[in-house]
């Protein structure tokens, strides 16, 4: 859990931090990381809501098939069955009880895809489905753009400076990388380039990940441990440069579209979850969770913005780290200024066959079938052109991240969950009764705390809606 939420949004929160203002930047932080773990106990207690159901509906089944054998059995076969029942039955049934004593064990992995299907009318699921799908746009479009901006980046630096990008120096996508080419047409090369290498992962499965994703773990948690302690150091030897306000209310639209982002995970809890063999101290786990995670934020964002000065911070925070006054080593230069490179590159097919498949379900009709051409050629187009079409047009990581997290992150952190829970609870209540508890309910189990996160989501969906307005106006 502490691996999917720590990801790309962390790079992107320290220049965030360091334009919203120190103060403004921690209370938020702290405020959506609460929001975010109340959300996901909604999403835990709709899962072991959805196991019972599930049960349940097995049992009623079960029951179905008992009655339709015993309707065309004759008298004596009816005879001899309930002897025979009578011997068997009554172990076999003890021993089902000891092994799953409450109706609402999360033993079955239940996607959100699936709960909202059970929990919603049509409308609901169509909803959930068109909201997951902008996000995962959202987030393809921030992972083509990130790769090749970081590549930018560093070969144009290296090309122009042996020894990287000095403190001062501000380059426009105009100035020139290499002889006539300039940075934005190299950008849009490499753009090209991991367009025709990742691309045609989405017309296949992507199987069989794990030692990949591993090796990614690995080099992202060298990488942040890298650059803390490298800020670290600076701030130590008297080198730091940041001196950042304590309130900027003009970057708070950014700041909290990366901070959902960056706590982004409940639509993946159902993978998660399921997989853990004692589930009994489930919330406290998630808590502690969250406040590692906290406190890593933290600890990146704080030390980037005491060590850089704001309008130095870049939208990928790896690549301030390219400098040769910062970091002496070439190798470790070009390990940070890359990291991006190796990390997102990896995520990319994996997300890319996610919002496919997404595609897929959205469209599908009981017992129907695609054609070759529409399953292998039109969903695969469609997943991967619109958002290299964005990257093609900009490569502004900070906007990206906060209008993707802003609106889809929005709805899927918040919105989702609480309509998951309420219906959940509503539909739990009528199928087993008022006198049945469920063991993973969340803590927050009065229905305000529904109200209040949609009522929180509704605000800050007009929040950052009239101040893109306003920003746009004054342009």
């Not at 850089?308 to 470790?332: E, I, Q």
Request: glycine letters at 6%.
């Amino acid at each position: 859990m502490f691996n999917l939420i720590v990801g790309t949004g962390a790079l992107t929160m320290p220049k965030a931090f360091a334009t919203a203002g120190w103060l403004v930047s921690l209370v938020l932080l702290v405020f959506l990381g609460f929001m975010s773990f109340v959300t996901t106990t909604f999403v835990i207690e709709a899962m072991a809501a959805a196991n019972a159901q599930l049960r349940w509906k097995r049992m009623e089944n079960l029951k179905e098939e008992e009655d339709d054998d015993s309707s065309t059995a004759s008298d004596s076969d009816v005879l001899i069955r309930d002897n025979y029942e009578r011997a068997e039955k009554r172990p076999i049934l003890s021993v089902q009880k000891r092994g799953s004593p409450n109706p609402f064990e999360i033993t079955d992995r239940v996607e959100m895809g699936q709960m909202a299907s059970m929990f919603f009318n049509k409308v609901g699921v169509n909803l959930f489905y068109f909201c997951i799908i902008v996000y995962l746009y959202g987030d393809l479009a921030i992972y083509a753009a990130a790769v090749p901006f970081s590549l930018m980046q560093v070969t144009c630096a290296a090309g122009n400076d042996s020894c990287g990008v000095e403190a001062d120096t501000k380059y426009n996508d105009t100035d020139r990388c290499w002889g006539p080419l300039r940075r934005v047409d190299a950008y849009r090369i490499y753009l090209a380039i991991f367009t025709l290498l990742l691309g045609p992962f989405t017309f296949f499965d992507v199987q069989k990940t794990k030692y990949l994703q591993i090796l990614t773990s690995l080099m992202r948690w060298i990488a942040f441990a890298v650059m803390i302690v490298l800020a670290l150091v600076r701030i130590g030897h008297g080198q730091g440069e940041g001196h950042p306000p304590l309130a900027d209310f003009s970057g708070v639209r950014n700041l909290f579209g990366v901070c959902v982002y960056s706590f982004m995970c409940q639509h993946s809890l159902p993978s998660l979850i399921t997989p853990v063999s004692s589930k009994r101290h489930l919330t406290r786990l998630v808590f502690l969770d969250y406040v590692l995670i906290l406190a890593f934020y933290g600890l990146l964002s704080f030390t980037a913005i005491f060590c850089f000065r704001g309008d130095s911070l870049m939208d990928m925070y790896t690549l301030n780290f390219a400098r040769c006054d910062v970091v002496h080593l070439a190798a470790v230069r070009f390990f940070l200024g890359l990291f991006p490179v190796f990390t997102i590159s990896t995520n990319f097919p994996i997300i890319a066959v996610t919002l496919r498949n997404n595609w897929k379900t959205l469209f599908h009709r009981e017992g129907g079938t695609y054609p070759w051409v529409v399953d292998r050629v039109v969903f695969p187009t469609i997943t991967l052109v619109p958002p290299v079409l964005v990257a093609f047009c900009t490569h502004d990581l900070e906007s990206l991240v906060g209008i993707t997290g802003a609106y889809a992150g929005t709805g899927i952190q918040y919105v989702i969950p609480a309509f998951l829970v309420y219906h959940c609870r509503r539909d739990t209540q009528l199928a087993f009764g008022c006198g049945v508890s469920n063991k993973h309910r969340s803590p927050f189990r009065h229905t305000f705390w529904v109200g209040f996160v949609l009522l929180w989501a509704f605000s800050c969906f007009i929040f950052v809606t009239a101040n893109i307005v306003l920003s746009e106006t004054k342009l």
